[in-house]
């Protein structure tokens, strides 16, 4: 299993909050896909998936905020 996790930002940046999930729970996933939109008081961004997998759980829904290094979801 794959945990996705909300990246550093930059320096001062400790959280951000997810805009819209590109993907939702049973869908299959691909490397270099985006997942997740990710909205912080100074950019957006999308945070894309590392290997091919099948999204198992979304932790962290769409208008709620996360914590750097928070686990997003988890992808096998």
């Known amino acids: 299993m ?3 996790v909300l990246p550093e930002l930059g320096e001062g940046i400790e959280k951000a909050m997810v805009a819209f999930w590109h993907c939702k729970v049973g869908d ?3 490397k270099d896909s985006d997942l997740v939109e990710l909205v912080t008081d100074k ?3 999308n945070v894309a998936c ?3 997998g ?3 759980e979304v932790l962290i829904a769409e ?4 914590k ?3 686990v997003l979801a988890v992808i096998e």
């Open 54 to 56: 099948v999204i198992k």
């Open 68 to 70: 750097i290094g928070q």
């Open 2 to 4: 794959y945990h996705v």
């Open 43 to 45: 950019a957006a961004f």
């Open 63 to 66: 208008g709620q905020e996360a």
């Open 28 to 30: 299959q996933v691909y």
């Open 50 to 52: 590392d290997f091919d």
